[in-house]
């Protein structure tokens, strides 16, 4: 299983061991299924750099891959239809592999504007309904925008934040998986 995304997949600013990938490794464990995570996040990636490095994933022939990348795009105010081309095309190769995807949404600050942010998020909730994929709205559900389990940079989870976000996404990968 990879975790596929950017910095808050790669678990910036969280001591080692402390990333929502790591977290997730415990919850699969504590469960009993038989899955190993790889921690394919690399910080300050865009959904472009996601697609340059979206055949080294898919080398790693994975079951489950969960698709994490977006955030930098819309921080740079890059246009949605590249951030949704870019995923699209993420999804379509790492389905060629057999993986089943799990994609992981985000939105933005309020300042990016309200037809910003709602055609951001509309590419996630459009691509998991075209692609029929498991889709947990905003990774950092009931994390972002609390301070006591977000880092100081109010961008990214503190370790407590990231075993909440590990929570979130075994709500949704769980039923993909097999023991």
Request: proline fraction near 7%.
């Amino acid at each position: 299983m990879v975790a596929f995304g950017d910095s808050l997949s790669a678990g910036f600013g969280a001591d080692p061991g402390k990333s929502y990938p790591d977290f997730l490794q415990k919850e699969i464990d504590a469960r009993g299924y038989e899955y190993h995570v790889v921690n394919a996040g690399v910080s300050g990636d865009t959904t472009t750099d996601g697609l340059e490095r979206v055949g080294t994933v898919a080398v790693l022939k994975p079951a489950v891959v969960i698709v994490e990348f977006g955030g930098n795009d819309g921080l740079r105010g890059l246009p949605v239809g590249t951030t949704r081309d870019n995923l699209e095309q993420i999804i379509v190769a790492l389905q060629k592999t057999g993986a089943k995807v799990v994609l992981a949404g985000m939105t933005l600050p309020p300042n990016y504007g309200p037809d910003y942010i709602r055609s951001f998020e509309t590419v996630y909730r459009d691509l998991a309904r075209q692609y029929r994929l498991p889709l947990l709205p905003f990774l950092l559900l009931g994390v972002g925008g609390h301070p006591d389990l977000m880092q100081r940079d109010g961008i990214h989870p503190t370790a407590e934040g990231n075993r909440i976000v590990a929570r979130n996404v075994m709500r949704v990968l769980e039923p993909l998986l097999r023991k």
